[in-house]
């Protein structure tokens, strides 16, 4: 790998795009003077080869889980992406091209998201190779969505389709068996490559009354808004929206339904709301209730109930950031 700051003035300093609060990268920080009427929205996600992604995937996809788990945390919020700091752990001798690659990628989301480059650091290391990136947002002022609003009564809704990341895993490492090269594909590419939905997450601001991206599975991120606000949740398992390529995974296998509602990296919204929600460019599905009732609930809060009425036991491990 070549010199620091050569690598960081030809690949990097254009992914700012002129953006005037980047300084150039020049300087040993950027600005980022506020706006009147708005505040920032600041969250922070770092990926680990052989962890987060596969060891050998290509550096445009390791841009792309990098750049929307940030961006779907803003989404989560409700705001706008406003720009990004990135620290870059390259793993000794990694070539040159990669690092162009792996540029080129994020370049990409800068300009879908309008999502500039506005400083960061670049190291080198042992082993394994990690990115950590800090996305900047902005929402008006007191209109931040958070977990901690929901109100018995609300319905609680999904946006997309749920368990095509936790699948898409098992299909990027060829351990999904007897789907067709279309689910498989569809499924892999859902997981390397994730949709942030930001502009769902910004129409919902003044409409939701609790919000969070699905990152770790379904029943746990429900769980924390459930804990956070002080609730319960009845989910009807049957009204979770499925892909066919999931419905095509869960009829070659039922055993999958535990990954399908626990097993994340979905990147979709999850929230609840006393209005009738609409959006142009995502189908939102109703999938439960919000409840009151507190003594009974489960250890997450989260009640799963079959097609009948009845409970439905499935794993709530979820994804787990510490697990060995």
């Avoid at 009427?37 to 390791?62: C, K, Q, R, S, W």
């Avoid at 290391?125 to 947002?137: D, N």
């Avoid at 409840?291 to 994804?319: C, F, H, Q």
Wanted: with cysteine; glycine share 12%; charged share 20%.
């Amino acid at each position: 790998m070549t010199d620091e700051f050569d690598i960081i003035h030809r690949f990097f300093a254009p992914l700012t795009r002129g953006n005037a609060n980047a300084l150039g990268l020049t300087d040993d920080a950027a600005r980022l003077p506020p706006r009147a009427g708005f505040e920032h929205i600041i969250t922070t996600d770092a990926i680990v080869a052989g962890v987060h992604f596969l060891e050998d995937e290509t550096p445009a996809n390791v841009a792309a889980r990098l750049c929307a788990s940030n961006l779907s945390d803003l989404a989560a919020m409700g705001a706008a992406p406003v720009g990004f700091t990135l620290a870059a752990a390259w793993t000794k001798g990694t070539e040159e091209s990669y690092i162009e690659a792996f540029a080129a990628g994020i370049g990409e989301w800068v300009d879908e998201y309008d999502f500039p480059l506005l400083g960061g650091d670049t190291v080198s290391t042992p082993g394994p190779m990690m990115f950590s990136l800090t996305a900047i947002g902005e929402v008006e002022a007191g209109r931040a969505l958070k977990r901690s609003g929901a109100r018995p009564g609300d319905t609680v809704y999904v946006s997309g389709t749920i368990g095509d990341g936790g699948l898409g895993l098992l299909a990027a490492k060829g351990e999904l068996q007897g789907l067709g090269k279309e689910h498989n594909a569809f499924l892999s590419g859902r997981f390397r490559r994730p949709t942030p939905r930001i502009s769902l997450g910004r129409s919902l601001t003044g409409v939701a009354s609790a919000c969070i991206d699905i990152s770790d599975g379904l029943v746990q991120d429900l769980g924390h808004i459930c804990q956070t606000s002080g609730v319960s949740m009845r989910i009807e398992a049957s009204a979770v929206p499925l892909s066919d390529a999931a419905l095509a995974a869960l009829q070659t296998d039922s055993n999958l339904l535990d990954l399908i509602l626990s097993g994340g990296d979905d990147y979709e919204l999850a929230f609840t709301t006393d209005k009738t929600p609409h959006h142009a460019d995502t189908e939102l599905t109703a999938i439960g209730v919000v409840t009151a009732d507190v003594e009974s609930k489960g250890m997450d809060g989260v009640s799963l109930i079959d097609t009948d009425g009845n409970p439905l036991d499935v794993a709530r491990g979820g994804y787990n950031h510490f697990a060995e």
